[in-house]
């Protein structure tokens, strides 16, 4: 069966440091990940996704198949990034199995 | 915003009563789902439509029925054979395809009295 594991709970840094939210997965077929953000008082929204293989926000995310891992990076937080991460795997033809989420709080 | 509606935004039931959750979305999107959202568990899929007229159990359906007459509507109804209802509800909606991101309302917060 499909499972997304998202190790922390909470990480906590300051403002300026690097920061990997990490992400694994388990999945028998072709892996879609994604990541979804949800910032205080707003909706959940993706993030991105692997197929794209794009930045946003300064985020990137890269698939490791090796590993099953899909972590996501930035190379200086900022505090405007404070918010929930999850991650999320394609579990069939359009539904998606989530991870339980991890808060990131970027302190000043 | 447009996009995805979700009403109300919060709700009460009373024990032995049923409750239904409004979805309605204008994005023209084949694809709805409904989530519910617990603290420390992330999103767990409850049931999910791909056309009118038909949707699948999610992971957890048990206590939870659904509709979809019409391509912008897919209402959740709690029944009260759902022990444990109190929890936040996302309703999505999506293109059909495993590469298609899923947009979400702004959810419904339901309690029991």
């Known amino acids: 069966a499909q499972r997304v594991t998202q190790p922390e709970k909470l990480l906590s840094v300051f403002k300026g440091a690097p920061v990997e939210l990490k992400c694994n997965y388990s999945y028998s077929g072709s892996p879609e990940l994604f990541w979804y953000v949800q910032y205080s008082r707003q909706r959940l929204q993706l993030l991105l996704r692997?197929?794209s293989r794009e930045s946003i926000k300064g985020f990137t995310a890269d698939l490791n198949k090796g590993e099953t891992s899909f972590h996501l990076k930035k190379p200086f937080a900022q505090e405007e990034d404070s918010a929930m991460y999850y991650c999320?795997?394609?579990?069939?033809?359009?539904?998606?199995?989530f991870g339980k989420g991890t808060m990131l709080l970027v302190s000043p | 915003d447009g996009g995805i509606t979700q009403s109300p935004k919060y709700l009460f039931r009373k024990e032995g009563q049923n409750v239904t959750l409004s979805c309605e979305q204008n994005l023209n999107h084949d694809a709805m789902y409904w989530y519910r959202q617990d603290p420390g568990q992330g999103l767990r899929l409850i049931y999910y439509s791909q056309i009118v007229n038909d949707f699948q159990k999610g992971d957890i359906a048990e206590g939870y029925s659904v509709s979809r007459e019409k391509k912008e509507s897919f209402p959740l109804t709690v029944t009260s054979a759902q022990k444990n209802p109190t929890a936040f509800y996302l309703c999505?909606?999506?293109?059909?395809?495993?590469?298609?991101?899923?947009?979400f309302g702004d959810g419904t917060r339901l309690s029991i009295l």
């Open positions: 692997h197929i």
């Open positions: 999320a795997l394609a579990s069939g033809y359009s539904t998606l199995t």
């Open positions: 999505a909606s999506s293109i059909e395809g495993r590469y298609q991101p899923q947009h």
